[in-house]
């Protein structure tokens, strides 16, 4: 079956400092990635998505994605995070040609000021 | 467009009553997803449709949850009897199609609480 990854449960940061999430599947097919995030009282919104081409992935607000298909990873990176970036943040896994998403458990990340 | 809407957006009931939870997709979208947000599960698909049609309900949990989807711009979660521990953020999301590359649009999420 397939399943979604994200290592770290929480993570603390100072404002400036850099982010990277890690979120690994497991799936051998062709897959479609995507990052959501759910802002405190929000729902949640797309940050990015990878669907082919070019692995390294720009999304809203500064952050990007590499998608390393030989690690099957899919790690959401910010190089300096602000206050405003205190979310949870969702790594999810589509395979191709099917209408199912795997979400990860999520990260909360929390930024101090 | 208005996006997805969900109703209500929070919901306090008591243990044995019936709860129904109401979703609109975004206009044009014909794939419709239920899930449910609790702190200890994260974000666990219900059901999902395609074309008004329930394509795969695995993630419902037991027969006391039930789905429809009467037409293409509504669709319910019904739980009957509801239990303490169905309180969660139960979210709706739809798409436009999945031949598309496209991602998932969500709603703002029903919160609810079973007393």
């Known amino acids: 079956a397939q399943s979604v990854s994200q290592h770290n449960h929480h993570v603390i940061l100072s404002e400036a400092a850099s982010l990277e999430l890690g979120c690994n599947y497991s799936?051998?097919?062709?897959?479609?990635l995507f990052w959501y995030v759910q802002y405190p009282g929000q729902h949640l919104q797309l940050l990015l998505k990878?669907?082919?081409?070019?692995?390294l992935v720009k999304g809203i607000k500064g952050f990007e994605a590499e998608f390393i298909k030989s690690k099957f990873s899919f790690n959401l990176r910010k190089p300096s995070v602000q206050w405003s970036d205190t979310a949870e943040y969702f790594c999810?896994?589509?395979?191709?040609?099917?209408?199912?998403?795997?979400f990860g458990t999520g990260t909360r990340l929390k930024v101090l000021a | 467009d208005a996006g997805v809407i969900q109703s209500p957006r929070h919901e306090v009931t008591e243990m044995g009553q019936e709860v129904t939870l109401r979703c609109k997709p975004i206009s044009g979208h014909n794939s419709l997803f239920w899930y449910r947000q609790t702190m200890m599960r994260g974000l666990e698909l219900l059901i999902y449709f395609n074309n008004n049609v329930p394509i795969d309900d695995s993630g419902m949990p037991e027969d006391r949850f039930s789905a429809k989807m009467p037409n293409a711009s509504f669709s319910t979660l019904k739980i009957q009897p509801s239990e303490p521990r169905d309180s969660a953020v139960y979210f709706c999301?739809?798409?436009?199609?999945?031949?598309?590359?496209?991602?998932?649009?969500f709603g703002p999420g029903t919160r609810l609480t079973v007393l």
């Open positions: 799936y051998g097919g062709t897959v479609n």
């Open positions: 990878y669907f082919s081409g070019d692995p």
């Open positions: 999301a739809s798409t436009p199609g999945w031949l598309a590359n496209n991602e998932q649009f």
């Open positions: 999810a896994v589509r395979s191709s040609g099917t209408y199912k998403y795997i």
